[in-house]
């Protein structure tokens, strides 16, 4: 025992250092990969910005961002791929996670579905139908259920307002 602490003593220590991000130059692209369980929809495509919805906040992710792993909620998740104009944009219901090193951003998520293919009434329809069930007198589960389709339909319901 007393051998381990002296070569625990007797180890360098290497301090960690953390800093800010550097500053993108106009050349710097961030590698995307974005992934679906039954597609790839971004494989290590260089891309300007991505902004993601994070449990901590709405995020936007350029070359050279500090290291992060964040938690994802349902939102939207927009590419720019060129100028500003060049954005395409999902809604991701349950996203699982993604992380931003060395130039690179990886999503992982379960589903992800152009904006252009919902439409507002079947939202609103949606969402009716969750807060009954979610008000209702069903099992404590129904409600927990309908509880998070209430959300992921607010969510997609703001989105398509923005």
């Known amino acids: 025992m007393f051998a381990l602490r002296r070569a625990a003593v007797a180890a360098p220590r290497v301090l960690a250092r953390r800093g800010y991000a550097e500053v993108a130059s106009a ?17 290590s495509q260089d891309v300007v910005q991505v902004n993601l919805a994070a449990e901590s906040g709405d995020l936007g992710v ?6 992060s792993i ?16 060049e954005s395409k944009k999902w809604f991701d219901p349950p996203r699982r996670g993604g992380n931003a090193l060395n130039n690179t951003l990886t999503v ?14 079947a939202i609103r329809s949606g969402l009716a139908e969750a807060q009954r069930v979610a008000a209702g007198s069903g099992t404590e589960e129904e409600k927990a259920e309908a509880q998070i389709e209430v959300s992921v339909y607010e969510a997609l319901q703001a989105a ?3």
């Not at 974005?34 to 597609?39: D, I, K, Q, R, T």
């Not at 350029?62 to 290291?67: E, G, I, M, Q, R």
């Not at 964040?70 to 104009?85: D, H, Q, W």
């Open 70 to 85: 964040e938690a994802l909620k349902p939102g939207i998740l927009e590419v720019i791929e060129g100028s500003a104009n």
């Open 108 to 121: 992982n998520a379960v589903e992800a579905y152009p904006l252009d293919a919902f439409s507002p009434e």
């Open 62 to 67: 350029l070359a050279n961002h500090v290291p």
């Open 160 to 162: 398509l307002k923005a």
């Open 27 to 43: 050349s710097d692209k961030l590698r995307l990969s974005l992934v679906l369980p039954h597609e790839t929809i971004f494989t």
